[in-house]
Every structure is written in C-alpha cells, then in structure tokens.
C-alpha cells in the first residue's frame, strides 16, 4: 500500500483548504484510516479518524467544528476538508492506513497505522 497526500499550501487565517490522499492497493475499503499532523518542534499528533465504511469519524478537540474528514472508497481517497484556518494549524499533515481489523473503530494512536503518506505541508499566516 502507497499513500499520497497532496493539497498543502500556503493560505491566510480564516481560508480553507481540501487535503487528499491517494491509496494504491486493494485493501483502502477494509482499512480504518486518519490524518495526523505535526508542528516545528512539536510531536506528531491525531487530528481524526475514519472507519473503513466511513461511517463514523472522531476528531481532536482542536480541529471539532472545522475539520471533515471524508473518504471516498470506489476511488480509493481519503480527505480532509479544512475551514477556518489558524496560525496553529501551520504544520504537515500526514495520512494515515490501518491493515484490516475485525472491529470496525477509529485509530488515535500513530502506532496504530501501518502506512503513511509523505506528508503534505500546511501553512497558516495571520
């Protein structure tokens, strides 16, 4: 399995921006997936999770209200639907897939996943 994020950029508080993460691989649909991030000088943290059917999501309390995370399985991409930017949120965010598991439950933690994107970076000026 490959993932590439794409959708990064440079944008000003307040704007959005659609992150996606192409997978290869038959297992995308059978897979719980998430998107973590992580700042300069910071640890890689969570932002959200999504099961394999997508239909139940969880998202940090910083990104709730904000973020969606979507996942489209016939094309086999994940997403990230960011609105109403902050400076805060100035950081590369990563992709993130989980081998099958018989229960069907977001994944919070990075040990959890199995494979990454490359990372995408985020830049939110004031």
């Not at 996606?20 to 991030?37: D, E, I, N, Q, T």
């Not at 016939?74 to 109403?84: P, S």
């Not at 990372?119 to 000026?125: I, N, R």
């Amino acid at each position: 399995v490959q993932l590439q994020a794409s959708g990064g950029g440079v944008v000003q508080a307040g704007d959005s921006l659609r992150l996606s993460c192409a997978a290869s691989g038959r297992s995308f649909s059978y897979s719980v997936a998430g998107w973590f991030r992580q700042a300069p000088g910071k640890e890689r943290e969570v932002i959200g999770a999504i099961t394999r059917r997508g239909d139940f999501t969880y998202y940090t309390d910083s990104v709730k209200g904000r973020f969606t995370i979507a996942r489209d399985n016939a094309q086999n991409t994940l997403y990230l639907q960011m609105n109403n930017l902050k400076p805060e949120d100035t950081a590369i965010y990563y992709c993130a897939l989980a081998q099958p598991r018989l229960k069907d439950r977001p994944l919070l933690k990075a040990d959890e996943y199995d494979y990454w994107g490359q990372g995408t970076l985020v830049t939110v000026s004031s």
